[in-house]
């Protein structure tokens, strides 16, 4: 698994006067089932969260509100990604370091991943990140 495989889904968008509409179908949107939605709101000006790569887990990343970056790493090669849109999602593969950080003011970063939460799906530490890359 590499950065490139890590992609933009862009989602149907229904274009109305009254304001658009976005849906997203397990099994024809995202490659992975939908097992856990978080999301991550009330962002201070200046954080940084992730700072981890995961194991196992995928993930959709969405811009619900607002903007931020995503900064995908494998290890050799590294990308910023600015997410601005509500109908387009950052797939993320398993084994990828990512960082969140630029977010604007009221955004809401809405994540869809591939499995509950697990902190034995974390690696938190980057040295270690890199040995299981490499190993
Ligand atoms: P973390 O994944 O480190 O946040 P981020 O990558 O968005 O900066 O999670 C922060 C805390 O929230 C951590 O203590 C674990 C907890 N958490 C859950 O309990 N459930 C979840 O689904 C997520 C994503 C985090």
Redesign the pocket.
């Known amino acids: 698994m590499s950065i490139e495989d890590c992609r933009i889904v862009e989602l149907p968008k229904i274009h109305d006067p009254r304001g658009n509409l976005t849906f997203i179908e397990g099994g024809s949107h995202v490659p992975f089932d939908i097992q856990?939605v978080?999301y991550?709101y009330d962002v201070p000006g200046g954080a940084e969260?992730?700072?981890?790569a995961h194991k196992g887990l995928s993930q959709l990343i969405i811009a619900m509100s607002g903007s931020f970056d995503v900064i995908i790493d494998d290890g050799k090669d590294k990308k910023r990604i600015h997410l601005n849109r509500s109908y387009v999602g950052l797939y993320v593969c398993p084994m990828i370091w990512?960082e969140?950080d630029n977010f604007s003011s009221g955004s809401v970063?809405m994540?869809l991943?591939s499995n509950?939460?697990s902190?034995d799906d974390?690696y938190?530490d980057y040295g270690e990140f890199m040995r299981a890359r490499w190993a």
């Not at 969260?49 to 981890?52: E, N």
Request: glycine share 12%; hydrophobic share 25%.
């Open positions: 856990r978080y991550l969260r992730g700072g981890h990512r969140l970063c994540v991943a509950r939460y902190e974390y938190r």
